[in-house]
C-alpha cells in the first residue's frame, strides 16, 4: 500500500488547514456531505505528530466518513490524494441533455410526445373538480404539457394527506396510556390522597418507510411524478428514507430535505450519476441490502417503485427480494405499467421478484397512489 | 487537586493501544486512532456497525482499563429525555409526605428524592472531580425527538430540572455512542462526533480475540473456529453469527473437550452460533459443506481392525 508522505512538508496550521480543504473539496465531489466543522476536525487531526501510516488513514476517517456508505468513497479518495493513485474516470455518462430548463419540464416534453389520442383530453371548461377528477386517473405516462404543473400541485397534496393519515392511523393502533408518576405526585400534594392516577401518552409505534425508485431510463416518463411524490410524503413523514437506483443506488433523503421542490430535484438529479441509465435492479437492491439492511425489521416497510425491466443479473434480484421480504414487515412493489390495460408482468426481473412481494399494485396515477395508505397497513 | 482518578487520561495513541490490550481487547488501528483524535478532540465518538463486533465493549474496556467510571445509557424506543436524566423517587416522597406537612412542596422535591439517571450522573460526576465514560449505547433504537434533545445536551453538557435548577458540568465526559443501523441517525448528531465503523474482523483479529477470551483453547481448534465462523459471514442467515457468537461457540467446545470440529459436534452446538430457527435448520443442512470447507474436520483416524 502507497503511503501518506513521511515527514510531510505541511507542518504550519495554513499548510495543514490547505491539505485539509483540498482533500475534503475532493471528497464533496465524490459525493460526500462535509461542513465546516469536518474541515476544522480534518485540519487537527492531520496536526496530530507521530501517526503511523494506518493511524494518518484512520484519524481522517474518523474526522470526515460520517456514515458507512461513505466509507468507501473516503478510502478511493484518501488513495487518490494522499498516495497519488490515478483518479477513476469520470462515470458522469450518457445523459447530454445539457440542463435546460427543469427536470420536470422535460418530462413533460417527453410524455407529451407520447400523448395518445384516445386519452380524453381535460376540459377546462368542466370546472375545477372535474378537471382534477380527470387528472386523478390520469396515467402520468400520458399525462400533456399543460396538467403537469396541475399534477405535480396534487402530488404534493396527496403526499402530505397521505403521510398524515399514516401517522394518525399508527397513533390510533396503537392508543395505551402509562402512568405520570410525577403528575400523580403533585395532585397529591393538592388533594393530599391519591384520588387518580394521571396519564402520560404511550409515543405511538410508528411504521418506518423505505421508498426505493428506479429512475432508470424506461422509468423517465414516471419517476419524476413518483420522485415529486417521494418529496412530499418525505416532508410529512419523519421516518422514511428515499432511495433512487439505475445502475447502482443511491440514497437521496438528505437532498429531499431541501425545502425548495425544483432544487431538491435538480439536486437529486446532479448527484446521481446514472439517473436515466440502464436498470440493473438486482444490483441495486443487494447494495440497498448491505448498505441500508440493517434498518430491516419488523415495523419496516419497503417500498419499490419500478417497471421490473431489469437488464442485470436476475439471481441477485431473486436473492435481494428474498432477503428484504424476509426481513421487512411487508414488500410492496409499484409498478406503473399495471395501470395500462393488458399489461402482464412477464418481464424476467419482475417474475424473479414476484413471489417476495406483499402488495403489487400501479401506482401510475394519483388515484393509485392514494391507495398507499391502505395498502402499507393492511 | 483532585485524588478521584488515580489514573492520569491517556495521552499518546499507545497509551490507547496499551490499555485496551490490558482488558484483552483486541483493537485494531483504526479503534485505537479513533479514539485517540476523540479524546484529543474532545469531541464524542459514534461507532457503528453490525451486532456483536464489539462496539459497547470498547466502552467498557476503555473505563475498566483507565479506571474511570462507566455511565451506561441504554437506549430504547419510547426512551424519553426525563427517563434518561433523573427521576424522582416516588416512594420516599410518598413516605415523606405521610410524615411532614404535606404543603411543603419545596421539601418534597429535594435532592436527596433525587434518582440520577445516567445523563444526569455525567454531570454530577464531573462536578466531584472525576471524569467518567458516558456509553450512549443503541442510539438507533430511541426515537429521533431523543436524538434532537441528546445533541443539546452534548454540546451544553448542561441540565435544568425544573425543581432545583440548572446544573452544569464542571468538564465534558468521554462519550461513545454506538448504532446498529437499525435507522439512520440524523446528519446533526453525525457532525457533532467523530466516526467509527467496525465491521467483522479479519481472521487473524477474530483468531487474536477467541485465544485472548478464551486462554485454555488448542491453537489449531481456535483457528479452525474463526475460519469457520468466517465462511458464515453472507447474507444467507437472518442474524450473521458476531465475535461474541464467536468466542461463545470457542469456549463450549472448549467446555465439551472437543479438540476439532466434524459435522456432529457442529451440529449439536448449532444452538450457539444461531438464534433464529430458520438459520439453525439452514446451517444443519450445510453441516457437511461448512466443515469440509474450512478443512476443520481432523484426518481419518486409522482404520480399526
Ligand atoms: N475486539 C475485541 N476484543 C475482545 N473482545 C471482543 C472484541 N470484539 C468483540 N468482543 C467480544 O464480543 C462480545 C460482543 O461485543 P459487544 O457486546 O461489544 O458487541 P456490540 O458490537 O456492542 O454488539 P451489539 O450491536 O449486539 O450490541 C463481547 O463479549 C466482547 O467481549
Ligand atoms: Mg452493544
Redesign the interface.
Known sequence: MAQPPAGAPYQSHATLADAAVAFCRLLRQRGVTLGIGEVTDATRALGIAHLSPEGHRAALRAATAKSAPDLATFERCYDEYWCGAPAPAERRDTDGDGGTGTALARRARSAGEQTDADEPAADAATGTYSHERSLAERNFAVAAEDEVADIAILLQRLGRLLARALSRRYRAQTRGRLPDLRRTMRLMLRDGEILEIAQRQRRPRRLELDLICDVSKSMDVYSSFLIQFMYAFQHAYRRIETYVFSTSLHRITPLLKEPALQLALSRARDTVPDWSGGTRIGESLQRYLADYGSRLGRRTVVVILSDGWDTGDTELLAGAMRSIHKRAARVLWLNPLLGSPGYRPQTRGMLAALPYIDVFAAGHSLDALQRLPRQLLV | MPTASAVSPPT??DDIRHQLASRDYVAD??I???L???E??D?P??V?G?AGVGKTEIAKSMAGASGAELIRLQCY??L?ATTAIYE?D?KR?LLH?RQAD??D?GD?FDRRFLIERPLLRAVTASQQGSRPVLLIDELDRA??EFEAFLLEILSDWQITIPELGTLQAAQAPRVLLTS?????LS?AI??R?????IDYPSFDKELEIVRRRVPRIDATLAANVCRLVESLRT?DW?KVPGVAETIDWARTLVALQRDHIDEATLRDTLGVLFKSRDDMALAADRAAALVAGVGAAPSPPPPRS
Open positions: 499518546t495513541a488501528e483504526a485505537v486512532t479513533s485517540f483524535l476523540a484529543q478532540l469531541k465518538l459514534l457503528e453490525p424506543e419510547g424519553d424522582w416516588y416522597q409526605i404535606p404543603s412542596e418534597l426515537d429521533e446498529n443501523r437499525t435507522r439512520e446528519d453525525r457532525r462526533c467523530l466516526y467509527l465503523w447474507p437472518d
